[in-house]
């Protein structure tokens, strides 16, 4: 596989600087603005959910945004680019006629699809449907269509004298995955051989013309005119090889908007892999060829995909069935299974198929994510100056990302001039997995936890870690200790916050167990306790640990803890300070913990005066932690006399509302 990973691992010794962090090398790589052009990052594989042919790269140079539809320019000339296509659903077609169909949308002025009659042939041309896919979402405002009137093919009479037109705006489909189709225009007595239909502004995906006439009729060429900004638009990059298995640090970039800020959206994902293709190609079998597969891949085939089975003894020679199993154990040798039908992921020589592999087969199979060796997309990350962490799996040596470009107004588009991913090799530790003790727990109890790390070190290579970050729900009470392969050992709280804890202790450069011991309150069912490992001498080289198995002495194989479901949703609900004396402090804090809530619900703070009357209403939307706000004792702007306030905080979810009481005293 040179091609691809050799190609990229040129272009990005030109381009990255790398810098010494401790043992580690950290690197960014730069793509866009003044650094690797877009055109040249960009993948040549095609990924299956993805909305490609809609970037625009020349407009403004160094960015790249959604395409804006030229109204001078015909849409329709660009469709198979898009990935769009043209067909007619109703009848069957000769090859020449499917040919021809091209030709309506290419400019060619000597192919047209024609419903022509003549003396010695009857051609239907009533009812025929033409259906055309833009490739994409456009804006649309103007379709022609027209015979040819050229003085080489002079066939002006052929116009279609009636018809109907049908637009779709590729978002209303069956449940199949067909456009639902609404009437534009019917015309039954059309005296003109150029149509031309002008319709307000609108997106349009599909569009569908039908014959209502018996007259002969062809079509030389369709044509598409509207304006704005496409809808939806993908950019992915090429799969860059890191030359080794890395650790991933922050991605940033540069990007605008255009027309109302609201209205559209920039999307930035990343994945990453352990080989050089996120996908697996497939080649048909060919009539009578027959594969070796797995026992267990072998019965999860359809019947008629199963082949032989083969059995052999010690000594290699092929048996029967009844013979092999008449051998004694030690005698017998392996059973070979095949298949005889449906696709294979790999060519004769049982080498995976290659994208240039895929290209030249005769049996083209389908194409697929790997996910098996490829993460998922992540998720989108947030727009931050100074860039966010990559949270997709690492260490892993091949990266990947994408920018989905959103609009919801044809005047409004998001653009970007370049973005940024820093790495870092080698990693600290090829492999971190770590399990959590107790599984179950009370929520909103103080729970004493076991948490170990295992790391699959390489010794000389990887950089090993003295720092382990633990992050927590609430702020953690006390760490009590730490071990190294069951011994305790000397350690620091370099850190604790309200969400997470840093604990540091001896260097650990080889396979070694590490436990920290420590007590904190779980809010929620499945709370997830993610930690990160990382060398005090290189803090900004954190690697994520997975869940899996530590150590024997623990059987959770895993990092998220449960609760008992159901209970109370609201805890801990403080006042301080109370007495609360106006001018003293600039306000009192009402504190609280939200339990048990996956997702945000509305919340409500009220203060009462002793007669319940409302002086002062806070509102939000949380799910799960600890939340505040702060009153200065005013009302209007003005302070409200001394005496004593009730303070109400309310909840309301699905299945009704909680709410808990506290008195407030004010004094002058």
């Known amino acids: 596989m040179e091609s691809r990973s050799f190609r990229i691992s040129v272009i990005f010794l030109c381009l990255v600087g790398v810098v010494p962090i401790g043992r580690a090398h950290g690197g960014t790589y730069v793509i866009g603005g003044k650094a690797l052009p877009w055109k040249e990052a960009v993948w040549d594989e095609a990924d299956p959910d993805a909305a490609v042919g809609v970037i625009e790269f020349e407009r403004r140079p160094g960015w790249i945004l959604p395409v804006e539809i030229d109204t001078a320019e015909n849409i329709a000339s660009k ?61 649309v405002d103007r379709i022609r269509f027209f015979p040819r009137m050229s003085e080489k093919y002079p066939y002006s009479e052929y116009f279609m004298r009636a018809y109907e037109l049908y637009l779709n705006d590729g978002l209303e489909l069956t449940e199949e995955g067909n456009p639902i189709y609404h009437l534009a225009v019917r015309e039954e007595k059309n005296t003109e051989p150029v149509v031309d239909v002008r319709f307000p502004l609108q997106y349009v995906r599909y569009i569908r013309i039908k014959s209502i006439t018996e007259a002969s009729w062809e079509i030389d060429e369709v044509q598409v005119f509207g304006a704005g900004f496409v809808p939806t638009a993908t950019y992915i990059s090429k799969v860059f090889d890191l030359g080794d298995a890395a650790i991933f640090g922050r991605i940033w970039w540069h990007q605008k908007k255009v027309g109302t800020p609201s209205k559209s959206k920039v999307i930035v994902r990343t994945r990453t892999g352990t080989d050089d293709t996120p996908l697996v190609y497939y080649r048909k079998l060919a009539w009578g060829e027959e594969v070796e ?24 020679s092929e048996v029967s069935k009844k013979v092999y199993y008449s051998l004694p154990p030690e005698e017998r040798g392996e059973v070979k299974y095949y298949r005889t039908g449906g696709e294979v992921p790999f060519d004769r020589e049982g080498l995976p198929i290659t994208k240039a592999m895929y290209d030249t087969l005769s049996l083209k199979g389908r194409i697929e994510l790997d996910r098996e060796n490829w993460s998922s997309w992540s998720s989108p990350y947030d727009y931050r100056e100074g860039g966010v962490f990559i949270v997709s799996p690492c260490p892993r040596r091949y990266f990947q990302f994408r920018i989905d470009f959103e609009s919801r107004d044809l005047d409004a588009a998001g653009m970007v001039d370049s973005i940024a991913f820093q790495f870092f090799v080698p990693p600290i530790a090829r492999r971190i997995v770590a399990e959590i003790s107790p599984r179950k727990v009370v929520a909103g109890e103080p729970t004493r936890f076991t948490y170990a790390v295992r790391p699959t070190i390489r010794e000389g290579v990887d950089t090993g870690f003295d720092r382990l970050e633990i992050l927590t729900p609430v702020k953690v009470d006390t760490v009590e200790v730490v071990r190294i ?31 920290v011991v420590f007590r904190c309150e779980v809010l929620r069912y499945g709370t997830t306790f993610l930690a990160r490992a990382f060398d005090s001498a290189a803090e900004e080289v954190k690697q994520p640990v997975v869940a899996g198995d530590a150590t024997s002495e623990i059987d959770t194989d895993d990092i998220s803890v449960h609760t008992a479901l159901g209970g109370a949703l609201i805890r801990k609900l403080e006042v301080r300070p109370d007495p609360f004396i106006p001018g003293s402090a600039d306000a009192t804090r009402i504190s609280w913990d939200l339990l048990q809530l996956t997702r945000p619900v509305p919340f409500y703070v009220d203060i009462y005066d002793i007669s319940g009357r409302l002086v002062r209403r806070f509102q939000g939307r949380g799910k799960s932690g600890t939340y505040f706000k702060e009153w200065d004792g005013r009302c209007g702007g ?30 002058y």
């Open 79 to 139: 469709i198979f680019e898009r990935g769009g296509g043209v067909s007619v659903p109703n009848v069957p077609l000769s090859r020449e006629e499917k040919d021809a169909l091209v030709g309506i949308v290419n400019g060619d002025p000597a192919v047209a699809f024609e419903r022509k009659s003549t003396p010695a042939k009857k051609v239907n041309s009533y009812g025929i449907l033409l259906d055309i896919d833009l490739g994409a979402r456009l804006g």
């Open 293 to 316: 597969v797995s026992k267990e891949e072998y019965y999860r085939l359809d019947p008629d995909e199963q082949g032989e089975i083969r059995y052999f003894a010690k000594d290699g």
């Open 485 to 515: 392969d069951g011994d305790e050992v000397k350690f620091e709280v370099v850190e604790v916050d309200h969400d997470h804890f840093t604990v540091g202790f001896p260097k650990v450069t080889s396979d070694r167990l590490v436990e």
């Open 638 to 667: 003005k302070l409200v006399p001394p005496g004593v306030y009730i303070v109400r905080v309310r909840v309301e979810t699905d299945s009704g509302r909680e709410e808990k009481f506290r008195t407030l005293t004010l004094v």
